[in-house]
């Protein structure tokens, strides 16, 4: 995905009109859109392929499973035209390493995103501790990145000097959540996530147009 | 479900035709059976509806979300057909309780099921350490079970003694993967999951006939 407007788009919408009009609508403003669970069973796989016209999109699947699973999975989704796709990290480096491999076996080079933190109050739980452990694993995996919450700068931050430049950092929690979008990317993400502030805006567009004034700033 | 043969069978395959032909060759012989993303994704939400006719389904999606993500595939998963959920606990507390809710509130007494521990190699490494923790969230949550594995009976007796008597425990990773079924039942477990040695066998019917008949010795 090309870092053009640091903009990914979460449609976190379960109707599949609305979802394609709103892509439709901001899909210049946006480098990816970000698809997840709810929508996919609501409408079919084929969404990614939908959607992809518009921009690349990134299956926000949480993927957490034995390896083999991991795989099947990833194979689908890829199969399916998304181009990225979230997974855990937690499950231990061999359901990593399954994912990674698949990306790299697909054509045009798919990506992998691992998350590190989580944005929600439970995400201290057992996910704090070990955020930077897995940080570092998705380095020594290959993946492309990892996904910190812009809820957190700090926690921003010290992932970003855990894996170097090497790999990129997706931030979800702007808007809504409270992250600023300037603030997060001055913190060391590459890209911000964005979802009700803009697919709730009677204008999704002009919405996106403004975040992406603020990050200008 | 109900504890009659305390088998569940682990239909991991792909396509529909032989899903379907299988769950009617074994039905009788199992007391659930439990489907994961790769069938879902390949086939669509209603393999749901169509397993159930042969026996209660179990979602094997492993949620692992924020709360409002796990809330609605939850709801989709039990509006579409099946009578239980696997998710995860290490995503927090707020995460699981978002499950069991919207399992209370279905019809007919919905479960959810914690994933305490898993059996591959990587779920020694962030896993292991807080399975004790998330079996007790679990409890505390008002799950219906956790889910351990049959590949380490000391574990499978270790979570009993954390959840005491008031939670199921389904236990996979018997048959192809080393778990004897009647040791894990000694262990503590309330199901044997099996995959393989039955949805691979010659006769689906014949292996799960065998592995009650192992089980009741």
């Known amino acids: 995905m090309n870092k053009n407007t640091r903009l990914i788009l979460a449609l976190d919408v379960t109707n599949k009109e609305s979802a394609l009009r709103i892509a439709r609508d901001v899909h210049e403003y946006v480098d990816a859109i970000k698809v997840g669970y709810p929508l996919v069973l609501a409408t079919g796989l084929g969404i990614f392929n939908d959607l992809s016209q518009y921009a690349p999109v990134i299956a926000d699947f949480k993927v957490a499973d034995i390896p083999n699973t991991n795989r099947l999975i990833c194979e689908q989704v890829f199969k399916a035209g998304a181009d990225a796709v979230i997974v855990h990290g937690f499950t231990g480096h061999d359901s990593l390493d399954a994912c990674v491999e698949i990306a790299r076996k697909s054509r045009n080079g798919k990506d992998i995103y691992v998350v590190t933190e989580m944005s929600h109050p439970g995400g201290v739980e057992f996910f704090r501790p070990v955020a930077g452990s897995i940080a570092k694993m998705a380095l020594d995996a290959g993946a492309s990145g990892v996904v910190a ?69």
């Open 149 to 217: 919450p812009a809820t957190r700068l700090n926690r921003v931050k010290e992932i970003r000097s855990i894996i170097g430049s090497e790999l990129s950092i997706i931030s979800p929690g702007v808007g809504v959540q409270g992250g600023s979008a300037a603030d997060v990317i001055k913190a060391g993400a590459d890209w911000v996530i964005v979802g009700r502030s803009i697919y709730q805006a009677d204008s999704p567009k002009n919405a996106a147009a403004g975040i992406l004034a603020d990050m200008q700033n």
